[in-house]
T-cell receptor, first 115, second 114 residues
Framework: DTGVSQDPRHKITKRGQNVTFRCDPI?????LYWYRQTLGQGPEFLTY????????KSRLLSDRFSAERPKGSFSTLEIQRTEQGDSAMYLC?????????????FGPGTRLTVT | KQEVTQIPAALSVPEGENLVLNCSFT??????LQWFRQDPGKGLTSLLL?????REQTSGRLNASLDKSSGRSTLYIAASQPGDSATYLC?????????????FGTGTQLKVEL
C-alpha cells in the first residue's frame, strides 16, 4: 500500500511528557501537511512543508510544538510538556508537486490522549 | 478569514432515502472544494473534489455541486445505505505560500437506519 501512513495510531501519555509522531507521505509527494482535530470539530491546519522547508505555521502551533521534515520525505511532529488540551487526533496529509487540482491525501491519524 | 459552515450538524434518515448535505463558505476566492468522509476514530477518505471552475462532480451515488459566487456546495447522496453512516466534512482549498491549505467545516454526522 502506498498511501499516507502515520505512527503510532494511538498514544496515551501523562501530562508534562514529550511525544513524537511520525508521518510517511505518499512516495514522490513533495508537500506534507499536519492538521489537528478535536472531538466534534473539523480538522484545523497546523503546518505545511514543501520538500524539507517548513513554509507555513498556524497560530495553533505553540512553542511547545515542533515539526520537521529533514530529508523531504517523512515528517515528525513533537509536542513538549503535553497538556490535557493537546488531546486530539493529529492528521497528516500529502499532495504531489505542482498546483494540480490541490487534492490532499490523508493518513489514518494519531490519536493522542493526555491524562 | 475563511469560515466554513455545515448544516445540518446531524442527520438521521431511513435506508433508501435521498439526502442533501450543505456546506457554505465566506470567502469565494477558493482554489477548489473537497468532500470527505470520516468514520468514528478514523482518518479522512476523500469522496469528491470540485475545482473552482467546475459546477459539479459525480461518483457513483454521490454528486457534489459548487456555486462559488454564493459560497455554497451541496453533497447529494442517492438511495442511502446503512454503510453511508459516517461524518461528512467539506473543506475549501486556499493557495498559500506555494501550498494548498484546507479549511474544514465541523461536519455533518449522518446515520442511515435500517
Amino acid at each position: 500500500d502506498t498511501g499516507v501512513s502515520q505512527d503510532p495510531r494511538h498514544k496515551i501519555t501523562k501530562r508534562g511528557q514529550n511525544v513524537t509522531f511520525r508521518c510517511d507521505p505518499i512516495s514522490e509527494h513533495n508537500r506534507l501537511y499536519w492538521y489537528r482535530q478535536t472531538l466534534g470539530q473539523g480538522p484545523e491546519f497546523l503546518t505545511y512543508f514543501q520538500n524539507e522547508a517548513q513554509l507555513e505555521k498556524s497560530r495553533l502551533l505553540s512553542d511547545r510544538f515542533s515539526a520537521e521534515r529533514p530529508k523531504g520525505s517523512f515528517s515528525t511532529l513533537e509536542i513538549q510538556r503535553t497538556e490535557q488540551g493537546d488531546s486530539a487526533m493529529y492528521l497528516c496529509a500529502s499532495s504531489p508537486r505542482g498546483e494540480g487540482n490541490g487534492e490532499q491525501y490523508f493518513g489514518p491519524g494519531t490519536r493522542l490522549t493526555v491524562t | 478569514k475563511q469560515e466554513v459552515t455545515q448544516i445540518p450538524a446531524a442527520l438521521s434518515v431511513p435506508e433508501g432515502e435521498n439526502l442533501v448535505l450543505n456546506c457554505s463558505f465566506t470567502d469565494s476566492a477558493i482554489y477548489n472544494l473537497q468532500w470527505f468522509r470520516q468514520d468514528p476514530g478514523k482518518g479522512l477518505t476523500s469522496l469528491l473534489l470540485i475545482q473552482s471552475s467546475q459546477r459539479e462532480q459525480t461518483s457513483g451515488r454521490l454528486n457534489a455541486s459548487l456555486d462559488k459566487s454564493s459560497g455554497r456546495s451541496t453533497l447529494y447522496i442517492a438511495a442511502s445505505q446503512p454503510g453511508d453512516s459516517a461524518t461528512y466534512l467539506c473543506a475549501v482549498v486556499i493557495l498559500t505560500g506555494g501550498g494548498n491549505k484546507l479549511t474544514f467545516g465541523t461536519g455533518t454526522q449522518l446515520k442511515v437506519e435500517l
